[in-house]
């Protein structure tokens, strides 16, 4: 793993405003500490710089790894994952009142599916924090 400057990780957080650019957990909420992840992952020739790198919770960052792209489940076809600097969030996912993310393009179907994101301990705990406004 590739050491990254203090500068460029505070750059990071910063843009993300605490929250996982994934599933946009606040780190404030989480036991674990959120991590900086490389999009596109260094064994796929992915860079250290800030363009390929976003602020991602213990449990993205484990379940994402290392794929770039999964299969739909509704087309069968290869999508791309969900990509913080290209893709705008909105566009693909809703939070919805009672915690689930609403997957709504195939990219959103692979990224919630091998993320995991409406995993029931997640989506329970989303609809506690949405509940009290801090979600």
Not at 65 to 71: E, N, T, W
Not at 75 to 100: A, E
Not at 116 to 131: G, K, Q
Request: proline share 2%; with cysteine; glycine share 6%.
């Amino acid at each position: 793993m590739t050491y990254i400057p203090e500068a460029v990780r505070r750059k990071v957080v910063e843009r993300a405003a605490g929250r996982c650019e994934y599933c946009r957990w606040h780190q404030d909420n989480t036991f674990y500490t959120h991590e900086i992840d490389h999009i596109y992952a260094e064994k796929h020739g992915g860079q250290t710089v800030e363009v390929n790198l976003c602020f991602a919770c213990f449990d993205c960052n484990r379940f994402k790894g290392s794929d770039l792209c999964s299969l739909d489940a509704v087309t069968g076809q290869i999508v791309s994952l969900f990509h913080p600097r290209r893709d705008q969030w909105d566009d693909h996912f809703q939070m919805q009142t009672k915690g689930r993310i609403m997957l709504l393009t195939p990219t959103a179907r692979v990224t919630g599916q091998l993320l995991n994101f409406n995993d029931t301990e997640f989506v329970a705990e989303r609809a506690r924090l949405l509940a009290i406004g801090i979600y």
